[in-house]
């Protein structure tokens, strides 16, 4: 199965021409590549999206989310499975270091965070920065690799990827989540990003994509935020915007809400209010 008409040179070099590019981005490293993949071959990978509708791996509805995944690569079909494995292969691997200048990039074969997502309209998920460490390895996360399914979006759907300053007083770069489009970022303890608005998109779609996580053993103090050496993902309030996120920014809870099935935490929020 072919995901790129690219050879590995031409791969190489496209990262390499794009280099700077990345390094230099606002408001922290990161591009976008549209038609990046063969159409065909992404079309079979939507083909394969699980119905998350009516049930999904995990389901998270709390004061910085309303979004569903998979988890692992067990729901994925023949087709993302060969797809993610080449997200995860040596060309591709290479690519990144190329593109970003990080060196010795690790895949994460569980998808631990990774994988399918989907988003249902009034879904949203608040600005924030990512857990820093692999649950299980303890690895440092230092990229993400967004691939948007989304064929025929509309503008005023909204759903767009958001990249905030580090001092969270403006959104400097706003992406529509359009089919065939690929965005690489810096994981940092700064990198602050999401899709903060609800989901505005018709009850018959949603927001549709396929994360992939990258790591190294260490990272440089810059992107370290002391006292929060490891920790879950920290959502952040916009200025003059009434995010309310003070439920979901205990890392305890958002910890336990990782290996608590749907229905049982479902259950005891109902119990609970």
Known sequence: MKFINQSVEQLHELAKSKHKEYTEAA???NIYFDNFFNEEMLEKVLSEFPDMKKKADLEFEE?????????GEYKFGEYTKAFAHFLNSQPFLEFLTHLTGIWT???DPYFEGGGFHQIL???YLKIHADFNKHRWSKLDRRLNVLVYLNKDWHEEWGGHFELWDKDMKTCQKKLAPVFNRMAIFSTTDFSFHGHPDP???PADRSRKSFALYYYTNGRPEEEINHGLEDHSTLFKERPGVNDKLAESSSPGKNLVRQFVPPILWNAAKKILK
Do not use: H, N, Y
Request: some cysteine; glycine content about 10%; charged content about 25%.
């Open 63 to 71: 004061p910085g989310q309303v979004k569903r995944a998979t988890k």
């Open 199 to 201: 989901l505005k998109c």
């Open 105 to 107: 990039i690790l895949p």
């Open 121 to 123: 309209p009034e879904g």
């Open 27 to 29: 408001p922290f490293p």
